[in-house]
């Protein structure tokens, strides 16, 4: 039984009930749309590939205010660590539990009953609403909102401002509003040495051991400063492997795995650039792939950030900090068309975490802050 009869905590139930593992939408996409249909709507299903998107608009004039977010959700895990089962949502102690509650069923949710109370209130209101829904977020991120901005761009169909509901908050609700994020640069790189008996060194030419110097320059390089809204650019290796899984040989390679997270202070390409100088530097033989997973971006404060800082305040009594902070989002691909984008939702305490899961008062209050920042927007 259900502790509460709210809109928003009935809707995160009944996402979180479908089993949408990236890229699988599972039909979540199907009930949001009959919700905003239901509401004056009209809805557009985009698949690309294997990916299932929703743009849904309410009304054609300007301004366009968007809410964004993903049905698709990152697998469960072990199932053994999960107290309920992670595709059946259920409500304890003050709580819902289920894969996708923060990240970002749960914000989903609000979005639709806040819009539904919106409007209902003030049909009139000015320029338009959309929705920008993707199954597509959590995996490789190729055919979801990025291939929705583009069939947008192409038809000159212009985004004002959008409202992505990320689980920004970190402690309470309402004290975080992520308005840009760092970019990430990953690199597969190869360090080729010469396969041999381990008691014959002299014959052979061991990886590890030639990249150990590079390595130590790599890690200790301060790659930039940072600036007033980013943290200084990060190197970090994630994964290295080298060996045949025997103690008598030399490898022929090694292979490791890094990432940047990097601020506006530098491209990919100056960082491209600085990595294989240092590794020229060391004269290695190597190989190396770049994937660009995404650009900085940065909205500074205009009227959508004032717009959910004030709405913020009245609902919470807390004045939100804007912050560049935490992994990318599909928010990188909205910027890139000139409007203003923000990102607020739930504590993201237990997002990608067995037994994830969000306050059925925080679902509540979201919706009514995210009313109100429409509010702030589109009424005269």
Known sequence: MLETKSTSVVLTCDLINRQSVTPNDAGCQQLIGDRLSAIGFSLEHMRFGDVDNLWARRGNASPLFVFAGHTDVVPTGPLEQWKTPPFEATIKDGHVYGRGACDMK??????????????????KHLGSIAFLITSDEEGAAKYGTVKVVEALQARKEKIDWCLVGEASSADTLGDTIKVGRRGSLNANLTIHGIQGHIAYPHKAANPIHLFS????????VEWDKGNEYFQPTSFQISNINAGTGTDNVIPGDLKLIFNFRFSPELTAEQLK??????????????????????????????????????????????????????????????????????????????????????????????????????????LA
């Open 213 to 220: 110097s590079a390595m130590t320059e790599l890690c200790k």
């Open 106 to 123: 749960g914000c989903i949710a609000a979005m639709i009953d806040a819009c539904e109370n919106f409007v209902a209130e003030h049909p």
């Open 273 to 378: 650039t600085r990595v294989e100088e240092i590794l020229n530097k060391h004269n290695l033989k190597y190989s190396i792939q770049w994937r660009l997973s995404g650009n900085p971006f940065l909205t500074r404060k205009g009227k959508l950030a004032t717009a959910l800082s004030k709405a913020i305040k009245s609902i919470q009594n807390i004045e939100p900090e804007l912050s560049t902070t935490g992994g990318t989002s599909d928010g990188r691909f909205i910027a890139t068309t000139g409007c203003e984008v923000a990102e607020f939702g739930l504590i993201n305490a237990t997002i990608h975490k067995a037994n994830e899961c969000a306050s059925v008062s925080d679902l509540d209050k979201l919706s009514k802050i995210y009313k109100q920042t429409m509010e702030n927007l589109l």
